[in-house]
């Protein structure tokens, strides 16, 4: 036979091998992949009016960061963040504000990023920059199909004069968006 010629080990190697039975392994057990996300806190998303100030409230849990528009080249990934948050908007304004009548009588937008850190103008605007887009193209189209290839033109109505858009910045231990919408 076959076993009987061979080497003792490797012959006890064979015979399990035959029989199934596996043997243990000598390497060193691999750790568990470490995820380069951090888990961030999100802010619940709610809808209030402000009497005082004239004004309808959303807010959305959305992480803005300046990192996920300056990607260093991955077009792929702004493309996503883009996509994700002009979804995202969209489907928040729609649900929430279904009366035409509303959409019809706001006058001003002020976009709020709640977070522990502070980013400086250039980089909230650019942050801002598709959410902004989803809010105006619901100005304009209300749930009407919008034409996604020109999304960043519906806010023509800002420099019509018909509408005013505002930025500002508020420090929260969790992350997300606050649409203000004035009436």
């Not at 057990?29 to 100030?53: G, N």
């Not at 509303?102 to 977070?115: E, F, K, N």
């Not at 023509?156 to 930025?167: E, S």
Request: proline share 3%; aromatic share 8%.
């Amino acid at each position: 036979m076959l076993l009987t010629r061979c080497n003792p080990l490797e012959a006890e190697k064979l015979r399990k091998l035959i029989a199934g039975e596996r043997e243990p392994s000598k390497s060193k057990p691999k750790a568990p992949k470490r995820t380069s996300k951090r888990q961030v806190q999100l802010v619940e998303q709610t809808m209030s009016y402000d009497r005082e100030r004239g004004y309808w409230q959303l807010q959305l849990g959305l992480y803005l960061s300046r990192e996920q528009y300056n990607a260093g080249g991955a077009r792929w990934m702004k493309a996503a963040t883009a996509k994700k948050h002009i979804d995202f908007t969209l489907a928040a304004l729609r649900s929430t504000f279904r009366n035409d009548a509303i959409r019809a009588s706001i006058r001003g937008v002020t976009l709020v990023r709640l977070s522990p850190n502070q980013l400086d103008d250039d980089n909230l605007q650019s942050a801002f920059k598709h959410i902004r887009d989803a809010t105006f193209a619901w100005l304009a189209c209300g749930d009407s199909e919008i034409n996604r290839k020109a999304i960043g033109h519906y806010d023509a109505t800002i420099k019509q004069g018909r509408h005013t858009c505002d930025y500002e910045q508020q420090k929260s231990s969790s992350h997300g968006i606050q649409i203000r919408l004035h009436v």
